[in-house]
């Protein structure tokens, strides 16, 4: 089981916890299960065409998955997932 670290833009979609579990040989599976578990983080997560969308960043251990294998990247036990949302703005 992975560890997902939830940012403070999302925890009221997880039940305001910071972190939370799920199962999934890669990253795409992982994702799934915690958007099944929590609906209201689908949108936020991924793309009409299932694919990451473009203003989320996701870690594994410290490595951004789009440089690796995207959501084909596999995941191990106790591995960790970081959602990052990007920011834009300032002048």
């Not at 410290?62 to 960790?80: F, I, P, S, Y």
Request: glycine share 14%.
């Amino acid at each position: 089981m992975a560890t997902i670290r939830i940012p403070p833009v999302l925890r009221p979609s997880v039940g305001g916890e910071r972190e939370v579990s799920a199962d999934g040989g890669d990253v795409g599976a992982v994702l799934t299960a915690l958007t099944e578990a929590h609906p209201d983080t689908k949108a936020q997560i991924f793309g009409a065409d299932g694919d990451l969308n473009r203003y989320v960043n996701v870690y594994l251990n410290d490595e951004d998955v789009r440089v690796l294998d995207g959501l084909q990247t596999a995941v191990g036990e106790g591995d960790t997932l970081v959602i990052l949302p990007a920011m834009a703005g300032g002048q």
